[in-house]
């Protein structure tokens, strides 16, 4: 191999980050072949090195109503997007929760011409885009609404599962229902693998799609927590690694969608398509289709069911192998009452066996004030 060209780049072993990119070095003179002269050269007298400038001292801000992380960085560091090295340089857990009157540092704030209106002596900050919510009609659940299931696996429990609206909650702003999902592993077979799984969502109770999704899982030695951020106003998702994804306006997460869904007028034919955007940090498209009216017994009772079957492209509350089929009651209600799954392990049965419903009211005339309620301790 000639001498001044890279050597040949191995291959990274698998799960390791790759290598970094060569970085080539630049000659800052060359060498001439062939006789010349000598000349002799009298370097001149050493200049003394320039004073460096003191580094500008970060930007100190107070946070006033309606400001956002977001709003900071395309101020004063030119793009939006970089909200989450403001939020680090502070320890903001959460970039969607930020309180007025808290003095924020911003280092590298500088002014865009272009981001500032100019009038006189005096900067005008740009207005904030209007954000509106279109009231969505909701007649299917409220607070106090709890559904209680036995998890079949060939006719044996092999666990339970509850839906649950325990009460409201603020998200980043805005009242919210808080809704919950929890799994648990039967008592018997607690020693083979014991599951405590618990899901919420938080859910805009005039528009019906979600502002916040933690997710905490227990499965046998596994453990995981994770929290994701539904920026409506600005159209992001953020997880609690700082990742970002653009989402469409009224984006669903993997429980609202469900929620959202009992919402709508139902019949056979009808087909739905839900914006969602998973917990893998992409966007998806679900298809719901309603097939037919059907009749059906489970644990809690007969009911007259509409039978709906989703398309999951991504992995929700079940890991789609095969078909998925909801019994919802055909009512304003939409109860789910069976569902059957196909996953890694075979095919489960999800049966209703309790349901405490609570008529919906006006979420503007039952809304609680903004102090009466915070957000439960996670």
């Known amino acids: 191999m000639r001498r001044g060209l ?24 060359c060498a001439h072949r062939g006789s010349v002269r000598e000349v002799r050269f009298v ?27 977001w709003r900071l960085a395309w ?34 704030a500088r002014a865009f011409p272009s981001h500032w209106a100019r009038r006189g002596r005096r900067r005008a900050e740009p207005k904030p ?50 809704i919950v999902a929890k799994a648990r592993s039967h008592p018997f077979f607690d020693h083979v693998f014991k599951v405590r799984d618990q899901i919420d969502s938080f859910i805009d109770t005039q528009g019906l799609f ?19 951020v539904y920026d409506q106003r600005h159209h992001l998702l953020i997880n609690d690694r700082q990742q970002c994804l653009t989402i469409p306006a009224a984006t669903q997460d993997v429980l609202s969608c469900f929620y ?64 998925v089929l909801i019994w919802l009651t055909d009512d304003q209600r939409h109860l789910p009452v069976l569902i059957e799954s196909k996953i890694v392990i075979g095919s489960i049965n999800i049966v209703l066996e309790d349901a405490q419903w609570a008529p919906p009211q006006d979420a503007g005339a039952a809304a609680p004030a903004e102090g009466a309620v915070s957000a439960p301790a996670r």
């Not at 072993?13 to 070095?25: I, N, Q």
């Not at 007298?45 to 970060?58: D, F």
């Not at 009231?135 to 696996?153: C, D, H, I, S, W």
């Not at 905490?216 to 927590?225: C, I, N, R, S, V």
Request: hydrophobic content about 40%; charged content about 25%; glycine content about 8%.
């Open 260 to 323: 959202y869904y009992r919402t709508l007028s139902l019949k056979p034919g009808d087909v739905t398509w839900i914006h969602v955007a998973a917990d893998d940090m992409k966007n998806y498209d679900l298809e719901v289709k309603v097939l037919r009216r059907e009749k059906v017994s489970v644990l809690a009772g007969d009911f007259n069911c509409i039978v709906v079957e989703p398309f999951l492209k991504f992995n929700g509350v079940f890991q789609q192998k095969g078909r």
């Open 43 to 69: 370097p001149p007298p050493p200049t003394p090195a320039p004073t460096p400038e003191p580094a500008a001292a970060p930007l100190r801000y107070r946070v006033r109503p309606g400001d956002s992380l």
């Open 210 to 228: 979600s502002w916040r999704y933690e997710k905490h899982l227990h499965e046998g030695g596994f453990k995981a927590d994770s929290s994701f």
């Open 75 to 108: 101020l004063y560091l030119g793009q939006g997007r970089l909200y989450p090295r403001i939020a680090k340089e502070n320890g903001i857990k959460d970039p969607s929760l930020i309180r007025a009157g808290r003095s924020i540092r911003i280092s590298g």
């Open 129 to 178: 885009e209007s954000f509106r919510v279109e009231p969505r009609p909701n007649a299917a659940f409220a607070v106090g609404e709890k559904l209680t299931f036995a998890v079949q696996y060939f006719n044996l429990t092999a666990g339970f599962a509850t839906l649950s609206v325990p009460g409201y909650s603020f998200q980043s702003g805005r009242l919210c229902y808080d």
């Open 6 to 29: 890279p050597a040949r780049r191995r291959r990274p072993a698998a799960g390791l980050v790759p290598a970094c990119a060569l970085a080539l070095g630049l000659l800052a003179g």
